[in-house]
């Protein structure tokens, strides 16, 4: 059962447009979505994150959007550049601040590849 | 060196063979992990170490056998595996329980022939 669903699976922008990837999780005990990049022969790197107490993040050029009620976040990437193509993967983690015992399930999404054209 | 080390790079084994996967991270976290990698599959959580205990252990096949001597090593020992088991084996590393994020490898590419 896959608890994290990602898409798309692949994703091809031009330089300079704006790149969406969209994750759907299940459950609600979620409470923490990092996304992750990368790179081809490299391990994956936190990119950013966020918390449901908040509707969107910002960081430079990437953006996450959250919706709480739908049970969905988005990755946006402005300005996509060459440089920014990668595999990016949504996960989601349950209650990581509160949690009264032992919680190391990170679930990853299945990831996206994007390809940004110059 | 700083981060997460992962050694070899690449590996190639029969089924009848004996090897080890090697980690270590430099960052002073209290938890380790390896993940399986697996094309167009999510990535696969199989052990969590938290101050050198097995945390968990996610239903991963007895010819894969974690060791995990001090809070910067973490090894994965092999043995007899199956061609469905090649990979990429990836290691990572926390403070506690990954608030701020984990910090992984580059992993070991595994062919099993």
């Known amino acids: 059962q896959q608890q994290v669903k990602q898409s798309p699976q692949s994703l091809i922008v031009q330089k300079g447009g704006i790149s969406i990837i969209n994750c759907a999780y299940e459950?609600?005990?979620?409470?923490?979505f990092p996304w992750y990049q990368q790179f081809p022969g490299k391990g994956p790197a936190l990119l950013i994150a966020?918390?449901?107490?908040?509707s969107e993040k910002k960081e430079g050029r990437f953006t996450i959007s959250f919706n709480k009620s739908a049970k969905q976040f988005s990755l946006h990437i402005m300005d996509s550049q060459p440089g920014d193509s990668a595999t990016y993967f949504c996960?989601?983690?349950?209650?990581?601040?509160?949690?009264?015992?032992?919680?190391?399930?990170?679930?990853f999404g299945k990831g996206t590849l994007l390809t940004v054209n110059p | 060196e700083t981060g997460v080390t992962q050694t070899p790079r690449h590996l190639v084994m029969g089924m009848t063979n004996k090897k080890s996967l090697k980690c270590e991270q430099h960052?002073?976290?209290?938890?380790m992990y390896w993940y399986k990698q697996s094309a167009k599959k999510p990535l696969e959580l199989m052990f969590v170490?938290?101050?050198?205990?097995?945390?968990e252990n996610n239903s991963v096949p007895s010819r894969f056998s974690p060791e995990c001597p001090n809070s910067s090593h973490l090894f994965l020992h092999l043995h007899t595996l199956q061609p469905e088991d090649s990979a990429l084996y990836l290691c990572?590393?926390?403070?506690?329980?990954?608030?701020?994020?984990?910090?992984f490898g580059s992993g070991t590419r595994l062919t099993v022939v």
């Open positions: 990572a590393s926390s403070q506690g329980q990954g608030v701020y994020g984990y910090t």
């Open positions: 459950n609600t005990a979620f409470d923490y």
């Open positions: 966020i918390r449901p107490d908040v």
């Open positions: 996960a989601a983690n349950p209650d990581l601040l509160n949690s009264g015992g032992s919680n190391y399930k990170l679930t």
């Open positions: 960052l002073g976290h209290n938890a």
């Open positions: 170490y938290s101050l050198e205990e097995r945390v």
